[in-house]
């Protein structure tokens, strides 16, 4: 993805989410974001079965 | 009793139990001590004076006291303290009414005899793992004050270690008890997920936070824990086990435990104080194994994703409408976690009950694993990028880098201080459950003069 391409998906989602990234504040947001999602590519690189049952727990 | 600034709680507990000193003169000396040194640590946010000698006013007349008779301790300020808000770091939290009670753990320390002195600096919102904080200033670091303490209980940390108060309370989600223990050169304990009640604690990341004690001696954890056992319906984490007191066990030696070093991920990216400080635990337990962690980068990336995405919602309503008023390494980390597809983050919840049963099995063949606690002892203030192993990394995201797959899986862990010009703390991993290991694995090497809170120059 490029950076133009990362800019538009956090502006589009941002916007979804009714937040205002100032203009002072795009670069630090978007460096997180890149490396939100680097790690995100990391943990969806592990082969995991369809049955996998999530860590959490809840008890009714 | 001339200088109470660096007795134990135990210490303390014992003279004031024999009438040795009373609980007024041992909060006097504290409260003065904080007086003094808070302008340079800036430990304290809030001092609770008034409240703390009344308190021991009450112990001292007998209508109080426990194992924890007359000593002062203070909590990072995520912990409600009836009558303060809970800032939890930030500034738009300090517009919050007033605390109506205190939080479990303060309620169950205070019902064995402590005495509550005040609320401590913090990173904001305990997003953070430096102890710098954009609107209270930085907690520094008591053995160099031109250093971090630490975070993100910055204030946990430097208050122990600067002999203000002998015991803190702190919180734990990716490593923000470790780090400052490792930092200033303390013992801290981050106990098995679901073991300590968080009721009336800020939260930051409810699937992986945190409530523990920092103290200048293992003795004083033990002692701590022991009076914060025990189940809270209030806290739907907490597991509701019964309290398992782990202060007589303390003394029964390592005989038996085996003991392995982690390996692989745990090996690299460390700096030479650091490396040196897992040898020489390792050395003086006699520790020939090492163990794999399997996946331990992933499980780092994993806790990574988790936190800064459910962090962002917590903090969604605050990020729409006061965005500018929150800190802004904080705010910008949170908008990127808000934005995060969540199928990714679901995947990251799979993977972590993968990675506990893999780790698991290690425990079937060893009782503890030894790690770092941080790549390094204190980088300056302000100080932005270290490099590790060639490669110029960003302090704040990498102080954590070995706490955060151990937590992720809510092992209990007893971080325990190596003195070298700057202190540096290895982590002792326990099964879950299995505090008692952990600490007396920590009680044999401060026993042995292997892991020492060192009193500041």
Known sequence: MT?????????????????????????????????????????????????????????? | MSDT????ASEIAAAVAAKKVSARAVV????????????????????????ALARADAVDAGRAGGALAGVPFAVKNLFDVAGLPTRAGSAINRERAPAARDAALVRRLEAAGAILVGALNMGEYAYDFTGENRHDGPSRNPHDTTRMSGGSSGGSGNAVAGGLVPLALGSDTNGSIRVPASLCGLFGLKPTFGRLPRTGSFPFVSSLDHLGPLARSVGDLALSYDAMQGPDAEDPMCAGRPAVSVLPALEQGIAGLRVARAGGYFRTNLMPDAAAAVEKVASALGVAREVELPEAARAQAAAFLITTTEAAALHLERLRARAREFDPDVRDR????????????????????????AVLRLFGEVDAILAPATPCSAPLLGQKTFVLDGVELPVRANLGIFTQPISFIGLPVVAVPVTGALPVAVQVIAAPWREDVALRIARHLEATGVAVAQRPA
């Open chain 1, 3 to 60: 950076d133009a391409e990362l800019e538009a998906y956090m502006d589009a989602s941002a916007a979804v989410l009714g937040i205002a990234i100032a203009p002072e504040w795009r670069d630090a947001v978007r460096a997180n974001l890149a490396l939100s999602l680097r790690m995100a590519t990391v943990v969806a690189a592990f082969p995991l079965e369809d049955e996998a049952e999530p860590a959490p727990v809840f008890t009714p």
């Open chain 2, 5 to 8: 600034a660096w007795m134990t």
């Open chain 2, 28 to 51: 006097e000396a504290a409260l003065a001590r904080i007086t003094e040194r808070n302008p340079v640590l800036n430990a304290f946010t809030d001092i609770t004076a008034a409240r």
């Open chain 2, 334 to 357: 949170l908008i990127a976690g808000a934005v995060v597809p969540a199928a990714m983050v679901g995947r990251a919840q799979k993977f972590r009950r993968w990675y506990r049963d």
